[in-house]
């Protein structure tokens, strides 16, 4: 039943899923999992959160499909919600991360793994997660306007919808990104 639904539109689908037919549902994700998927791991870093992440953005989706506009493209408004999840999850890090921090210094030594050395790491390994870091380090404006444009190759247009800004702020954004990921990585 889910070919027949491949031909319909965003707007259509949405229509199908607040009737009731469960196989709507199933046709958004199969048209925009692996993209929101991807917009969050980018984010985030981890494919496991980022795999969490993405379930709890399409089930905050779901539950608002009734706002969702159908003139809009539903990639945009399923990748905002997964903006929004990214953003929350990085607060509770950071909440996270203080209490972890906190520990006593007797309990480093449960926390060391067995994990290789970095220099076993293949080199092209290791820029990408040096590539990675320094986008992660960024501050989060910058950072999705790099992830939205850069990695995921949306339009300036489509970027600015997402964030819900100017088309000029998303090309200030960007320019500001890479500057600020040149001095980072010391090109």
Do not use: H
């Not at 539109?9 to 709507?24: C, F, I, P, V, Y």
């Not at 969490?52 to 539950?63: H, I, K, N, P, R």
């Amino acid at each position: 039943m889910t070919g027949d639904l491949s031909q319909c539109s965003d707007r259509d689908l949405a229509a199908l899923a607040l009737s009731g037919r469960q196989d709507a549902y199933r046709e958004f994700l199969a048209r925009y999992k692996i993209a929101v998927f991807r917009l969050i791991r980018s984010n985030v870093g981890d494919d496991n959160e980022a795999m969490d992440l993405t379930q709890e953005s399409f089930v905050a989706g779901f539950a608002a499909l009734a706002r969702y506009d159908g003139e809009r493209p539903f990639r945009l408004w399923i990748s905002r919600i997964a903006l929004n999840k990214c953003r929350d999850w990085a607060r509770r890090r950071a909440v996270r991360s203080f209490f972890t921090r906190a520990l006593p210094l007797e309990a480093a030594y449960d926390v060391a793994g067995d994990s290789p050395a970095v220099e076993t790491e293949a080199a092209d390994r290791a820029e990408l997660a040096r590539v990675r870091k320094a986008i992660a380090d960024l501050p989060s404006n910058l950072r999705e306007v790099i992830v939205l444009r850069g990695i995921e190759e949306l339009s300036q247009s489509e970027a600015a919808e997402m964030l819900g800004v100017s088309e000029k702020a998303i090309e200030t954004r960007l320019y500001r990104a890479r500057g600020r990921l040149r001095e980072m990585l010391g090109e």
